[in-house]
């Protein structure tokens, strides 16, 4: 759940601005066959099976347009549900329910797929130690609902955005000339409450990037031998992250490692939506 502060602060103005993309007059549609104030009831339906999530924000569209908007969920966001299914009953006016609905299902979906898929690759990981992560890789403006999208369905979130931790990439040691110099200057100018992660790519980078006294070091594209042999040099003087094209398909290959993190950027960027609907639109007195 979003608290108050939360929504009001950083959710309802990127909601807003989702709704000013779909309406920027007027409804054309909706105000030529109802031109007039009129109590409706809609259903929220579910059409695929799978994990749902972002009902408050689905909730949220409707109330922004129309305070007295009611919504009447079936389910809770992380429950699992069923093609066919009711999900929510929707109350109001219905011009509201009608110019809000795509907007509404659009992050719905959104939310609800990630929320599925990174159920899906969760539990893969079951009975490991290792925490599945997310990344930044999120369509604009969308992150605080991704996010806790992949929160809802079972993962764990990475930084937040470039303001939230230190992650030295392949062009930010190439930058500083070489893995021990960023080390060292990012000691220097982060605040000391901040972690610092190191992305490496061999071994020789691994050593120096424990050398250096990197808190977390992130093994990237690298052959499962290479993991091993780079997790046998740390021995337990950093946290270990295992990244690069991490699916659904190929993570359970990667449980015998013992990692501390998993990342996937697919759980934001390649899972498809969940198909829900509005149906049953009618008008009550």
């Known amino acids: 759940m979003f608290d108050p502060i939360t929504m009001k602060l950083n959710v309802d103005p990127l909601i807003l601005s989702a709704l000013q993309e779909d309406i920027t007059s007027d409804d054309v549609s909706t105000n030529s066959v109802m031109p007039y104030a009129q109590s409706g009831e809609a259903d929220l339906i579910c059409k695929q099976d799978g994990i749902i999530c972002g009902l408050q924000i689905f909730e949220r569209v409707f109330t922004l347009?129309?305070?007295?908007?009611?919504?009447?969920?079936?389910?809770a966001d992380g429950s699992a549900v069923a093609n066919g299914q009711l999900v929510a009953k929707v109350y109001g006016d219905i011009r509201t329910l009608l110019c809000?609905?795509?907007?509404?299902?659009?992050?719905?979906?959104?939310?609800?797929?990630?929320?599925?898929y990174?159920?899906?690759?969760a539990s893969l990981l079951e009975g490991t130690k290792t925490r599945l992560l997310d990344t930044r890789k999120t369509s604009p403006n969308n992150r605080i609902f991704?996010?806790?999208?992949?929160?809802?369905?079972g993962g764990c979130n990475h930084r937040y955005n470039l303001s939230d931790g230190v992650l030295l990439k392949d062009n930010h040691i190439g930058a500083a000339g070489?893995?021990?110099?960023?080390?060292?200057?990012?000691?220097?100018?982060?605040?000391?409450?901040?972690?610092?992660?190191?992305?490496?790519?061999t071994l020789d980078m691994v050593k120096e990037a424990v050398n250096a006294g990197a808190?977390?070091?992130?093994?990237?594209?690298?052959?499962?031998d290479q993991m091993k042999d780079a997790i046998a040099f740390i021995a337990g003087r950093a946290e270990v992250e295992v990244s690069g094209n991490v699916?659904?398909?190929?993570?359970?290959?990667l449980t015998d490692l013992g990692v501390d993190y998993i990342s996937s950027g697919?759980?934001?960027?390649?899972?498809p939506i969940l198909d829900l609907s509005m149906k049953n639109l009618h008008a009550i007195s």
Do not use: W
């Open 266 to 271: 697919a759980l934001t960027h390649s899972a």
């Open 178 to 201: 070489g893995v021990a110099k960023a080390v060292k200057m990012a000691r220097a100018y982060a605040p000391f409450v901040r972690k610092i992660e190191v992305e490496v790519e």
């Open 215 to 224: 808190d977390i070091i992130m093994l990237d594209n690298m052959t499962h």
């Open 146 to 153: 991704e996010k806790y999208a992949v929160r809802t369905g």
């Open 247 to 253: 699916t659904k398909e190929n993570i359970a290959a």
């Open 65 to 75: 347009l129309d305070k007295t908007t009611q919504i009447e969920c079936k389910v």
């Open 118 to 121: 990174t159920h899906a690759v």
């Open 100 to 116: 809000g609905e795509r907007t509404a299902l659009n992050y719905l979906q959104r939310m609800s797929g990630i929320a599925t």
